[in-house]
């Protein structure tokens, strides 16, 4: 049984998400992700100003007059979303968590497909596939898929994105947007990404909090690696120590960029102290330019 604060939260991220997508979303997402090509639909009479290349030349010799063939976008997408639910999710110094800007943000792009009339899809994982939920299409699915994503408790802590990408490379047959959504706070992978993306249209989405990228001046403070569990006590009054701790994060971001550029993967960098539509259409809008 759902609790009711759950279910009018996710009722909540659906009224929030549908209007985003009615107000920004869906023209941009159709534009970017046109489907698998254009499939023959059907042969009628030439028309004055036709393009005379698609004219089908034995059906106009049959019957005398001259006929075109009709093409129609094949606008059927497979889009899954591989989420990270590892500990490092369960972080927030602002209104919201990681996992939880995580959510809406997948709801966001689970509403935009099925409003494409494309199928959206659902992986969690840690350092294990947690969760698979094989792609359809409709609303009661995107909402079942929001529900996974809020109310999904995982088994493990840490994080391994080759597990997760190279499950998706098994159960995906067919070409597909794959939406990779983490903080990225695994090891060795570059390889991994580089398969999933010869393979499918990959698109990697970092969601990083303000304190993961500064410290406060707040004296003696204990962090906590929530994946290892390992502590260690500083002194945020030092400022070599805010410095070198700022000094170690750009670095760190600065080198998960620099790859994903290399291997022509596309990111989305998301802020939790900012609003993540904003991002979201300009990857939208930049990508549109560059087909």
């Known amino acids: 049984m759902i609790p009711k604060e759950l ?10 998400t549908s209007r985003l997508v009615n107000d920004f979303m869906a023209g941009e997402y159709h534009s970017v992700f046109k489907g698998r ?7 009628r009479h030439y028309e004055q100003g036709d393009d005379i290349r698609f004219i089908d030349w034995n059906v106009t010799a049959r ?9 129609v976008e094949e606008r059927e997408l497979t889009v899954m979303l591989v989420v990270d639910a590892s500990s490092s999710g369960e972080f927030g110094s602002t209104e919201q968590m990681k996992g939880e800007i995580a959510a809406e943000l997948c709801a966001l792009l689970a509403f935009a497909a099925i409003k494409n009339n494309d199928r959206i899809g659902l992986l969690i994982f840690t350092d294990e596939v947690e969760k698979f939920i094989p792609p359809k299409k409709g609303r009661i699915h995107v909402l079942r898929v929001i529900r996974e994503l809020l109310y999904f408790k995982p088994e493990h802590q840490r994080t391994d994105i080759p597990i997760a990408l190279e499950f998706i490379n098994k159960v995906l047959r067919r070409k597909s947007v794959v939406f990779l959504g983490s903080d990225f706070l695994s090891e060795n992978f ?4 580089n398969i999933a993306n010869n ?3 990959l698109i990697a989405i970092k969601i990083t909090d303000p304190r993961e990228l500064a410290l406060p001046a707040i004296g003696m403070i204990e962090l906590q690696d929530a994946e290892t569990g390992e502590r260690v006590l500083i002194d945020t009054y030092d ?5 070198n701790f700022a000094k170690a ?6 080198a998960l960029a620099t790859m994903l550029k290399s ?3 596309d990111f989305i960098d998301i802020a939790t102290d900012r609003p993540y539509v904003d991002p979201l259409v300009k990857f939208f809008r930049q990508r549109a330019k560059r087909l």
Do not use: C, W
């Open 199 to 201: 393979r499918h249209d």
């Open 239 to 243: 400022r070599s120590v805010r410095s």
């Open 190 to 193: 570059k390889h991994a990404l």
């Open 249 to 254: 994060s750009r670095q760190e971001n600065t």
């Open 37 to 43: 090509g254009m499939e023959f639909n059907e042969v």
């Open 63 to 71: 019957t005398g007059f001259p006929h075109v063939k009709r093409y």
């Open 263 to 265: 291997l022509n993967i």
């Open 7 to 16: 279910l009018k939260k996710i009722r909540r991220i659906e009224i929030v």
